[in-house]
T-cell receptor, first 115, second 109 residues
């Protein structure tokens, strides 16, 4: 069964460093998303991406964040200068369309720990 | 602002003891209500989408229903492998998912 894959599964980084989280969405999906979940809190929307540009973004997705689809398969989230409060699980998701089949399928997540 | 409230926060069940989880929501222009299952340290696993009041979906021991203000996830004769956190999310006009905090279900053998 097709699935969203994320790498790495766990990333530890020093405060102020840049990190890139990588995702391979399901191959025939056109819409891509990043969500995050701080330990013990709700899953929160960060950004959606379609046709090589950002469709929507939340207030959390400020200038330190960026997304890119560098090739036909990968979708990345870059955090330019990490802060302690960026520590969270980051989930990539993809969906086939925005019509009736709008369910988003999630990857297993990258646990980011900023020290 | 879209609001999703799930109750109870935690539910402990004996194997075979059926129960229901509640998801109440306020959203302008509901496009869909989604149920996901999340195991510890894992990503949300899609279960159901409901689009309009009165709609019902079933999968094994799970059944989801939708009204104009809330959704229920019924677990019939649960087994220990049904232990997980069940997340409800609503999708509005902007297509983003707004999640509830989840209900953690523990099923004891």
């Amino acid at each position: 069964e097709p699935e969203v894959t994320q790498t790495p599964s766990h990333q530890v980084t020093q405060m102020g460093q840049e990190v890139i989280l990588r995702c391979v969405p399901i191959s025939n999906h056109l819409y891509f998303y990043w969500y995050r979940q701080i330990l013990g809190q709700k899953v929160e929307f960060l950004v959606s991406f379609y046709n090589n540009e950002i469709s929507e973004k939340s207030e959390i997705f400020d200038d330190q964040f960026s997304v890119e689809r560098p090739d036909g398969s990968n979708f990345t989230l870059k955090i330019r200068s990490t802060k302690l409060e960026d520590s969270a699980m980051y989930f990539c998701a993809s969906s086939e369309s925005r019509g009736r089949n709008t369910e988003a399928f999630f990857g297993q997540g990258t646990r980011l720990t900023v020290v | 602002e879209d609001q999703v409230t799930q109750s109870p926060e935690a539910l402990r069940l004996q194997e075979g003891e059926s129960s229901s989880l509640n998801c109440s929501y306020t959203v302008s222009g509901l496009r869909g209500l989604f149920w996901y299952r999340q195991d510890p340290g894992k990503g949300p696993e899609f279960l159901f989408t409901l689009y309009s009041a009165g709609e019902e979906k079933e999968k094994e021991r799970l059944k989801a229903t939708l009204t104009k203000k809330e959704s229920f996830l019924h677990i019939t004769a649960p087994k220990p492998e049904d232990s997980a956190t069940y997340l409800c999310a609503v999708q509005a006009h902007d297509y983003k998912l707004s999640f509830g905090a989840g209900t953690t279900v523990t099923v004891r053998a």
